[in-house]
C-alpha cells in the first residue's frame, strides 16, 4: 500500500518573500510561482489576497 503525501506547510516568511519579489520585479504572477516552484498556480493570487 502506497502512502499518501501531505500537503508540506509553506512559511509565512516564504509567502511573504514571494510577495515582496512578485512587486518588485514586475514579473507576472506565472512566471513568479515558476521561479519558486509552487506547486500550484493559485497559491500566489491567494497569498496576494491575503498578504498583499
Known sequence: MEKK???QK???EF???V???YYSSGMS???CARKYHLSSLSLLP???K???
Do not use: F
Open 5 to 7: 503525501k501531505r500537503p
Open 10 to 12: 509553506i512559511s509565512e
Open 15 to 17: 509567502k511573504l518573500s
Open 19 to 21: 510577495i515582496r519579489d
Open 29 to 31: 504572477q506565472y512566471a
Open 46 to 48: 491567494s497569498w496576494l
Open 50 to 52: 491575503r498578504y498583499g
